[in-house]
């Protein structure tokens, strides 16, 4: 059974009613119930708990960590996210959720400074197409999903060509946006999902939540061996030479 980390700043739902409203137990009290009704042993982390709940025991004990930001990318703190970082590269997941884009870890795994696109908070349809159908995160969605109302993200988005797009979005005003793509950072899998603005009620969507699941297995922990870096001694005998 695959551990799942769930993080979220947990601001909006407390003090907007109307986020409130809509996740009273929090985005990641979303996704965590959704979540574990699936095969995963799921866990929460908010930014006011002590080491904003990702302790060295919480990061080493996580295969997969799901990351939604917004208000306090700047509170986030360096030593954490360094600690993040270096399981990711060690072989943790990690699935970065809509304006996480803009989150330290994002920026740090990528080497992008915030990840600028456009955007628009003007209930934007959204229409989310799968354009690489065989990939694992993209099993069964079908051609699309269609959200009736989101945030509208649109591109250029400063981000270094993904390793794979999986999925591109239209909105009603026009605009489209590489809302799906992952990358590999040393040994660990990165997904960025684009939907989820506080909002709106995307990640009651049984759609978006299909896609999550099936994000944190393709970003499971590989189980090869892991590469040996440094000095090295010959596997052969190596003959002198005249």
Do not use: C
Not at 14 to 28: M, S
Not at 45 to 50: D, G, I, R, V
Not at 223 to 240: F, M, N, R, S
Request: charge should be negative; proline fraction near 6%; aromatic fraction near 10%.
């Amino acid at each position: 059974m695959l551990n799942v980390t769930i993080w979220n700043e947990y601001l909006h739902e407390i003090n907007n009613a109307k986020v409130a409203e809509i996740y009273p137990t929090g985005i990641h009290g979303a996704l965590a119930e959704a979540l574990g009704r699936e095969d995963f042993n799921v866990q929460t982390a908010t930014l006011e708990q002590p080491e904003h709940g990702l302790t060295e025991e919480v990061l080493n004990a996580t295969d997969v960590l799901i990351w939604w930001g917004h208000l306090a990318h700047d509170r986030v703190e360096d030593a954490i996210v360094e600690k993040v970082y270096q399981r990711v590269l060690a072989g943790m997941g990690l699935i970065v959720l809509h304006s996480g884009h803009a989150s330290k870890i994002f920026s740090k795994l990528l080497g992008t400074p915030t990840g600028q696109l456009k955007w628009r908070e003007a209930d934007d349809k959204e229409r989310i197409w799968v354009v690489n159908p065989a990939h694992p995160i993209a099993a069964g969605i079908g051609e699309y999903i269609e959200l009736p109302k989101e945030e509208m993200y649109g591109e250029h988005f400063h981000i270094p060509a993904p390793d794979e797009l999986v999925m591109i979005s239209w909105f009603e005003g026009g605009e489209v946006f590489r809302s799906g793509v992952t990358y590999s950072r040393g040994r660990g899998k990165i997904f960025y999902f684009r939907p989820g603005h506080e909002t709106y009620p995307t990640y009651h969507n049984p759609q978006i939540q299909r896609v999550i699941a099936s994000g944190i297995r393709w970003a499971a922990p590989s189980t090869a061996a892991a590469p040996i870096y440094g000095h090295t001694a010959p596997l052969e005998k190596i003959q002198p030479k005249a």
